[in-house]
């Protein structure tokens, strides 16, 4: 392993204010995603949709990093140019995603284990020799009725430190992504006291299984209630319990913490991340910075509507949602920019 090159790569993911944009949907979410806009579920529609994406002029300069999916990254432009090639000209690093996806655990009614541990060695080397710097695995956590179970936390913090050392091993920065979900009922604090649990367990076995902590990036949820919780939070709450909440459990280490956006909406993903920048960027030993998919892409998606007339439209609509969350880095986001 040579670590200052994994070192050198997590900054480099976290540095100069900009931040990841996830790309990585899995064929089934891709589709259900057009599905819902009445786009054709198509190989030829999922690569016109990446090529708008990765060809959007300017994307570079908000965003450091791309997840791309097991078909996305060996896909071209229509012209014949390798996307990696296209990223990697924009100066944006290229990433992917390793997990088969989560699926139901055994003897444990309503929770989920990922999988993509066996065979994961020789992919990630194949991944490596493409061009790929980095990679992703995500673990679902459920809040609700008795659940999440200790052995449902713990397998899943289990595979992400498997996962996240055999990255390091082939040279792959690991993006260890243990997502506590928005759906359900349960309140902000409930949500506090999971995301603290998860995290504690994640680099407990982080620490185990001796991955590198400087050079592997964390991409948590934010601290939110359910989202059928009569209470919602305000700005603030979230900011100030996703920061505690961090504070108690992330080794000052990490060279960054990168939020997924779970289904909020780019707005308020981005105040939400302003906020934490604006009141404690001088307190924090890690950069907070984002690794949106919905939060970024979403608005594109409606406008591109599977059209090839409105390709500069979504493009510029993509580049608006990552400007603002650049700026939500600096703490200088505002509703203004969302006119602009
Ligand atoms: P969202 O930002 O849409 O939650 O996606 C992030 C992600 O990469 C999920 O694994």
């Given at each position: 392993m040579n670590a200052q090159k994994l070192i050198d790569t997590a900054k480099a993911l976290v540095a100069d204010n900009k931040g990841l944009l996830a790309m990585d949907e899995s064929n089934p979410t891709c589709n259900k995603r057009f599905a819902k806009l009445n786009i054709p579920q198509t190989v030829d529609a999922r690569r016109a949709y990446r090529e708008l994406i990765v060809t959007t002029p300017g994307l570079g300069e908000c965003i450091s990093g791309a997840i791309l999916y097991d078909e996305t990254i060996r896909q071209e432009k229509k012209d014949g140019t390798p996307f990696l090639k296209v990223l990697t000209d924009a100066g944006i690093i290229p990433g992917i995603k390793v997990d088969t996806g989560a699926k139901d655990m055994a003897a444990h009614p309503g929770e989920k284990i990922t999988e993509g541990l066996d065979g994961l060695r020789d992919r990630l080397a194949e991944y490596y020799q493409m061009g790929a710097r980095f990679a992703k695995w995500r673990a679902v956590i459920t809040i609700g009725d008795g659940i999440p179970s200790r052995s449902c936390v713990e397998a899943n913090a289990h595979a992400l430190a498997r996962y996240a050392a055999l990255c390091q091993e082939v040279g792959l920065v690991p993006i260890v992504e243990p997502e506590v979900l928005m759906d359900g009922n349960h309140t902000l604090e409930q949500c506090r006291v999971t995301t603290e649990e998860v995290l504690r367990s994640v680099f407990n076995q982080l620490n185990s299984q001796r991955?590198?902590?400087?050079?592997m990036i964390l991409k948590p949820n934010m601290v939110l209630p359910g989202l059928t919780c009569p209470m919602q939070a305000s700005v603030d709450e979230v900011a100030n319990n996703t920061v505690k909440s961090l504070w108690r459990t992330v080794p000052a280490a990490v060279p960054g913490i990168a939020f997924l956006s779970g289904g909020q909406s780019g707005e308020l993903a981005s105040a939400r991340l302003n906020t934490m920048n604006l009141r404690f960027n001088s307190r924090l030993p890690w950069a907070l910075a984002f690794s949106f998919a919905r939060a970024i892409q979403q608005p594109a998606l409606e406008t591109w509507q599977g059209k090839e007339a409105n390709v500069q439209a979504a493009q510029r609509a993509l580049l608006q949602r990552a400007r603002c969350n650049r700026a939500a880095r600096r703490g200088e986001y505002n509703a203004e920019m969302e006119k602009t």
């Amino acid at each position: 392993m040579n670590a200052q090159k994994l070192i050198d790569t997590a900054k480099a993911l976290v540095a100069d204010n900009k931040g990841l944009l996830a790309m990585d949907e899995s064929n089934p979410t891709c589709n259900k995603r057009f599905a819902k806009l009445n786009i054709p579920q198509t190989v030829d529609a999922r690569r016109a949709y990446r090529e708008l994406i990765v060809t959007t002029p300017g994307l570079g300069e908000c965003i450091s990093g791309a997840i791309l999916y097991d078909e996305t990254i060996r896909q071209e432009k229509k012209d014949g140019t390798p996307f990696l090639k296209v990223l990697t000209d924009a100066g944006i690093i290229p990433g992917i995603k390793v997990d088969t996806g989560a699926k139901d655990m055994a003897a444990h009614p309503g929770e989920k284990i990922t999988e993509g541990l066996d065979g994961l060695r020789d992919r990630l080397a194949e991944y490596y020799q493409m061009g790929a710097r980095f990679a992703k695995w995500r673990a679902v956590i459920t809040i609700g009725d008795g659940i999440p179970s200790r052995s449902c936390v713990e397998a899943n913090a289990h595979a992400l430190a498997r996962y996240a050392a055999l990255c390091q091993e082939v040279g792959l920065v690991p993006i260890v992504e243990p997502e506590v979900l928005m759906d359900g009922n349960h309140t902000l604090e409930q949500c506090r006291v999971t995301t603290e649990e998860v995290l504690r367990s994640v680099f407990n076995q982080l620490n185990s299984q001796r991955v590198l902590l400087e050079g592997m990036i964390l991409k948590p949820n934010m601290v939110l209630p359910g989202l059928t919780c009569p209470m919602q939070a305000s700005v603030d709450e979230v900011a100030n319990n996703t920061v505690k909440s961090l504070w108690r459990t992330v080794p000052a280490a990490v060279p960054g913490i990168a939020f997924l956006s779970g289904g909020q909406s780019g707005e308020l993903a981005s105040a939400r991340l302003n906020t934490m920048n604006l009141r404690f960027n001088s307190r924090l030993p890690w950069a907070l910075a984002f690794s949106f998919a919905r939060a970024i892409q979403q608005p594109a998606l409606e406008t591109w509507q599977g059209k090839e007339a409105n390709v500069q439209a979504a493009q510029r609509a993509l580049l608006q949602r990552a400007r603002c969350n650049r700026a939500a880095r600096r703490g200088e986001y505002n509703a203004e920019m969302e006119k602009t």
